[in-house]
């Protein structure tokens, strides 16, 4: 999607233009996955067996399927329209692998996300996850516990990108950066 005005950026500086290596993207309907919220996890298993043998070790491939899975799970899950496209775009460049995941926000959850975004990049996420978890038993409709764990349990850098267009108003770009090398060294 082209961009329109100004860009509200939340999160880690990822690089998402330069130097790749190779790109994978994958347009769909979140109507699609109602259908069948299989497709999700049939996507992110393909996504981590083409691109898993890149990286060593077996739980190289659990976390770029996770990771994957959950972005489209998220994407398809707050979309403002089932018949507006998501699209998936996959990186790899050296010992790291992107992961975008764009859909069309509705208005009356713009807010709510950009707070949860900011929550995110900004406070103790063992604190954060406790307290989303308390409040997914009052409301399980509540969001971010997903991507508190992208963050905490795998280390994977998060940015959240928002913007608008000109036809479908207001988009979000989530980007996970997996860096394999960064992983072993923790190891």
Not at 162 to 184: M, N, P, Q, S
Request: negative net charge; glycine residues 4%; charged residues 25%.
């Amino acid at each position: 999607m082209q961009a329109s005005g100004k860009i509200l950026h939340i999160g880690d500086n990822i690089d998402f233009h330069n130097d790749i290596d190779n790109l994978f993207s994958v347009t769909f309907l979140p109507l699609d996955f109602f259908d069948s919220w299989e497709r999700g996890s049939l996507l992110s298993n393909f996504v981590a067996d083409y691109y898993g043998h890149n990286f060593p070790g077996p739980e190289a491939r659990n976390l770029i399927s996770t990771v994957v899975n959950e972005l489209i799970e998220n994407a398809v899950k707050f979309s403002r329209n089932n018949s507006m496209p998501v699209i998936i775009t996959i990186k790899k460049r050296k010992e790291e692998m992107l992961i975008q995941a764009d859909n069309c926000l509705p208005k009356h959850r713009q807010d709510a996300f950009v707070a949860v975004c900011r929550e995110i990049s900004e406070k103790d996420l063992d604190e954060l996850y406790v307290k989303r978890m308390h409040e997914n038993l009052k409301d399980p409709n509540s969001s971010g516990i997903g991507l508190i764990l992208i963050k905490k349990d795998y280390c994977a850098g998060l940015s959240f990108s928002f913007y608008t267009d000109d036809r479908h108003g207001t988009h979000v770009a989530v980007t996970a950066k997996l860096d394999f090398d960064d992983l072993r060294k923790q190891q």
